[in-house]
């Protein structure tokens, strides 16, 4: 079972920028999908970003609300996926999940909060 840990959240005022972290308990050379979903106050958990590995190619998928202000990268090495998040406005708060696709099974990190405020 593939163990997921976020961190980088924290309070940020508006137009600033964080970079989350997503470190896998394994390897993630075999794990296609991996990617961050977000859980906005009173609303569900939504898909934020996601990056699929192609082989030596990734290939990413962002919700509409944040394409050109968020990245999704991951380091293979590391183990670890990323989301730089720039020009942040408050309907970007929430609780941020990292998650992970293997063979049909999912997995999901415990959270990280952001906070945009000023």
């Known amino acids: 079972q593939v163990q997921l840990v976020e961190s980088g959240g924290g309070l940020v005022q508006p137009g600033g920028s964080l970079r989350l972290s997503c470190a896998a308990s394994e390897s993630i050379l075999s794990i296609n999908v991996m990617g961050w979903y977000r859980r906005a106050p009173g609303k569900e958990r939504n898909m934020v970003a996601r990056i699929t590995s192609g082989g030596s190619t990734n290939y990413t998928n962002y919700a509409d609300s944040v394409k050109g202000r968020f990245t999704i990268s991951r380091d293979n090495a590391k183990n670890t996926v990323y989301l730089q998040m720039n020009s942040l406005n408050p309907n970007d708060a929430g609780v941020y999940y990292c998650?992970?696709?293997?063979?049909?099974?999912?997995?999901w990190g415990q959270g990280t909060q952001v906070t945009v405020s000023s």
């Open positions: 998650y992970a696709y293997r063979l049909g099974s999912a997995y």
